[in-house]
C-alpha cells in the first residue's frame, strides 16, 4: 500500500510539473532523443502472477527507452529467472514487452506520455505446480499512461497507470483485467540515458541545459 501510495504521489507531483504555467514557458526545452536503459515493469505484470515459480509471468526488469523523435519513444523490456528445486529440473522463467509511447504534454524536464504495450512470458520446466501444466505461458496486454521526469541530463524516473489485460490459459486463470486498480498498476521505474543530449537536454548541443 505504501508503495501505490507513493507511486500515485510521484505521478501527481510529475503531472503538476507538466501542467503548471511555469514548466508551460519552456515547453521547447524538451526533445528527448537516444537511447537509454534502467529498470520498468508492465501493468499486467499484477494480472500475470500465475504460478509462484521464478516469480510468476508478469514481465518486469531490464528497460530500454529508445526516442526515434520527440513525440514518439519505443519501450522494450526483458526478464529471465531461474530456480532449481530438490531433486527437479531447473525452472527457466523469460519474459519480453514492446511498447510504443506517444508525448501528449511536456514541461522543461518532464514529459506525459499515452502508449501501449504488448508482453508475453514463459515457464518451462515448471513440475509440481498446483493448476498448472509443466510449461506456462502468459500474454499481457497495457495501455498505460505514462509520466517521465529528468532529474539530470542523463537519469529520468517514470510512473505509471491505465488499463492492463493478462491472458494465462494454462495456470488456472484464463483472464484478468484491471483498470485503474491495483492490478493496473506497474512499479516506478528509472532510466539512464547514455547521449547528454538525450531528455529534456535536446537539440544535439545542450540545448535545454539544467
Not at 110 to 124: D, N
Not at 135 to 140: D, E, H, L, V, Y
Not at 165 to 174: A, F, S, V
Request: proline residues 5%; charged residues 10%.
Amino acid at each position: 500500500m505504501v508503495k501505490k501510495v507513493g507511486l500515485c504521489a510521484a505521478l501527481l507531483l510529475a503531472g503538476a510539473l507538466v501542467l503548471s504555467p511555469h514548466t508551460a514557458s519552456a515547453q521547447e526545452d524538451v526533445e528527448p532523443a537516444g537511447f537509454g536503459v534502467g529498470f520498468d515493469a508492465a501493468l499486467s505484470s499484477a494480472n500475470l502472477a500465475g504460478s509462484t515459480a521464478v516469480g510468476g509471468l508478469g514481465v518486469g526488469g531490464l528497460n530500454g527507452n529508445y526516442w526515434v523523435s520527440p513525440n514518439v519513444m519505443l519501450n522494450f523490456i526483458l526478464t529471465a529467472g531461474f530456480a532449481l528445486p530438490d531433486g527437479g529440473d531447473l525452472i527457466t522463467r523469460l519474459g519480453v514487452g514492446f511498447g510504443v509511447f506517444g508525448v501528449l504534454a511536456r514541461g522543461d524536464r518532464t514529459v506525459f506520455m499515452l502508449g501501449g504495450r504488448f508482453t508475453i512470458a514463459a515457464i518451462f520446466n515448471a513440475t509440481g505446480i498446483p493448476e498448472a501444466d509443466d510449461n506456462q505461458a502468459g500474454i499481457g496486454l497495457d495501455i498505460p499512461l505514462r509520466i517521465e521526469h529528468w532529474l539530470d541530463r542523463h537519469f529520468a524516473v517514470n510512473g505509471q497507470v491505465g488499463v492492463s489485460i493478462g491472458i494465462l490459459p494454462d495456470t488456472g486463470q484464463p483472464f484478468a483485467m484491471g483498470v485503474g486498480t491495483a492490478a493496473a498498476w506497474g512499479s516506478a521505474g528509472f532510466t539512464y540515458y547514455f547521449d547528454p543530449a538525450s531528455g529534456p537536454f535536446g537539440g544535439g548541443g545542450g540545448g535545454g541545459g539544467g
